[in-house]
């Protein structure tokens, strides 16, 4: 008997063990779409009555507390879809999660408003969706099958680009449309992974800038592109042909999806640039110690005079792939408090203050000469190791 306990409490441990170290990550496949002329038309019919029907539950909110001070939740609006459809048989159209779905988009619109208020902001009141501000709806459970088409019930069998196979449960299901008129599908998955334990190096510390997109510690840079820069001239001839247009007419509408293709295309390009560089450096680096950047706070008045530029290098994005790109590798990502990284002497420690115009450090105390940018990436990678308990010194920056 106790050679049994034994070996049960061994076989016990063994599932813990592996059961407790997987994770669960949720990964986005998207996917174009090439509906029929037919389909086309079925989906635009969803936006609106979609659209209708997160205006008429905001209506309803701002109703019911103005009349009798209540606040309705998703739940209260939901059970009510029984009585709507009979009201308005359009709704019968639509999958009946799809507007289930519409009272969830409308109470984490409120959610965030109440939030952005108590944290101290000024934000704008949820409010009603105009054609142009609704684009996509989503099966948030069933209704939706992939395989060499995507199946979608109400609608038919889609036909799909598919690049590249989904991984994991299949949870959700977007559709949207692009300004361009183009439609696309987003479906997220959840994905169990055991995670690959990487040893801390090689380690990098990464300086993002404006002159060069990125800086390392070891010296190397990536080239700021400046998509919107190089397409400036583009977008202002075309934008003065908008301008030139009267409303309601055929020429503007035509005039304003040449406007989008072109926004289009830079966001194509910085998207593509984006996924690429995080790439590169995942695969690289094991560490990648990064500033922690308040990039709205930035460009709310401490930056003013460079908002466009902080905007067209899509810091943000940037970081956002390179996070769960290294995640999904087994690799950290650190975030580290960019104060004075940047006038911090990186091989004596002693501060020296620099304005935006100073591209080059010079160490009052031990002489040192380095670029502004790779004397911050080395503190940088200097406080992310320190972080995770790597001594300082101990190692070669």
């Given at each position: 008997?106790?050679?049994?306990?034994?070996?049960?409490?061994?076989?016990?441990?063994?599932?813990?063990?592996?059961?407790?170290?997987?994770?669960?990550?949720?990964?986005?496949?998207?996917?174009?779409?090439?509906?029929?002329?037919?389909?086309?038309?079925?989906?635009?019919?969803?936006?609106?009555?979609?659209?209708?029907?997160?205006?008429?539950?905001?209506?309803?909110?701002?109703?019911?507390?103005?009349?009798?001070?209540?606040?309705?939740?998703?739940?209260?609006?939901?059970?009510?879809?029984?009585?709507?459809?009979?009201?308005?048989?359009?709704?019968?159209?639509?999958?009946?999660?799809?507007?289930?779905?519409?009272?969830?988009r409308l109470d984490l619109?409120?959610?965030?408003?109440?939030?952005?208020?108590?944290?101290?902001?000024?934000?704008?009141?949820?409010?009603?969706?105009?054609?142009?501000?609704?684009?996509?709806?989503?099966?948030?459970?069933?209704?939706?099958?992939?395989?060499?088409?995507?199946?979608?019930?109400?609608?038919?069998?889609?036909?799909?680009?598919?690049?590249?196979?989904?991984?994991?449960?299949?949870?959700?299901?977007?559709?949207?449309?692009?300004?361009?008129?183009?439609?696309?599908?987003?479906?997220?998955?959840?994905?169990?992974?055991?995670?690959?334990?990487?040893?801390?190096?090689?380690?990098?510390?990464?300086?993002?800038?404006?002159?060069?997109?990125?800086?390392?510690?070891?010296?190397?840079?990536?080239?700021?592109?400046?998509?919107?820069?190089?397409?400036?001239?583009?977008?202002?001839?075309?934008?003065?042909?908008?301008?030139?247009?009267?409303?309601?007419?055929?020429?503007?509408?035509?005039?304003?999806?040449?406007?989008?293709?072109?926004?289009?295309?830079?966001?194509?390009?910085?998207?593509?640039?984006?996924?690429q560089e995080s790439r590169?450096?995942?695969?690289?680096?094991?560490?990648?110690?990064?500033?922690?950047?308040?990039?709205?706070?930035?460009?709310?008045?401490?930056?003013?005079?460079?908002?466009?530029?902080?905007?067209?290098?899509?810091?943000?994005?940037?970081?956002?792939?390179?996070?769960?790109?290294?995640?999904?590798?087994?690799?950290?990502?650190?975030?580290?408090?960019?104060?004075?990284?940047?006038?911090?002497?990186?091989?004596?420690?002693?501060?020296?203050?620099?304005?935006?115009?100073?591209?080059?450090?010079?160490?009052?105390?031990?002489?040192?000469?380095?670029?502004?940018?790779?004397?911050?990436?080395?503190?940088?990678?200097?406080?992310?190791?320190?972080?995770?308990?790597?001594?300082?010194?101990?190692?070669?920056?």
């Amino acid at each position: 008997m106790a050679d049994i306990s034994r070996a049960l409490k061994i076989v016990l441990d063994i599932i813990q063990n592996n059961v407790y170290s997987i994770i669960t990550m949720r990964k986005t496949f998207k996917y174009r779409l090439f509906p029929s002329r037919k389909q086309t038309k079925t989906l635009e019919q969803t936006i609106d009555g979609c659209r209708w029907l997160y205006n008429h539950f905001l209506e309803e909110r701002i109703n019911a507390w103005k009349t009798e001070k209540k606040s309705l939740s998703r739940y209260d609006q939901s059970n009510y879809l029984k009585n709507l459809k009979q009201e308005h048989p359009f709704l019968n159209d639509i999958h009946s999660q799809v507007l289930q779905d519409v009272s969830t988009r409308l109470d984490l619109a409120f959610r965030a408003f109440f939030r952005r208020v108590k944290s101290g902001d000024n934000p704008g009141f949820p409010r009603f969706r105009g054609e142009e501000r609704y684009d996509s709806f989503t099966f948030p459970q069933v209704g939706f099958r992939l395989d060499e088409f995507l199946h979608l019930s109400k609608i038919g069998k889609v036909k799909i680009k598919k690049h590249r196979d989904v991984e994991g449960t299949k949870k959700t299901c977007t559709i949207w449309r692009s300004p361009t008129g183009k439609w696309y599908t987003s479906i997220a998955c959840d994905i169990n992974r055991k995670p690959i334990e990487q040893p801390i190096e090689p380690a990098i510390g990464v300086d993002m800038g404006l002159e060069s997109f990125a800086t390392f510690s070891n010296g190397e840079q990536i080239k700021n592109p400046r998509f919107f820069r190089e397409e400036e001239k583009t977008l202002v001839k075309v934008q003065r042909k908008l301008s030139a247009q009267e409303k309601t007419t055929k020429a503007r509408l035509n005039a304003r999806k040449v406007v989008a293709c072109v926004h289009e295309r830079i966001a194509w390009k910085r998207e593509n640039f984006a996924h690429q560089e995080s790439r590169k450096i995942t695969n690289r680096f094991n560490t990648i110690a990064v500033e922690d950047l308040s990039i709205n706070d930035m460009q709310k008045g401490n930056f003013h005079g460079i908002n466009k530029s902080i905007g067209d290098a899509a810091w943000r994005m940037f970081l956002t792939f390179l996070g769960y790109k290294a995640a999904d590798a087994g690799k950290r990502v650190v975030k580290i408090n960019p104060a004075y990284t940047s006038q911090n002497c990186s091989r004596c420690g002693n501060r020296h203050k620099l304005e935006l115009s100073d591209r080059v450090f010079h160490c009052p105390s031990c002489g040192l000469v380095l670029s502004r940018d790779h004397n911050a990436a080395i503190n940088i990678l200097s406080l992310g190791l320190q972080g995770l308990g790597v001594a300082p010194g101990s190692r070669l920056l």
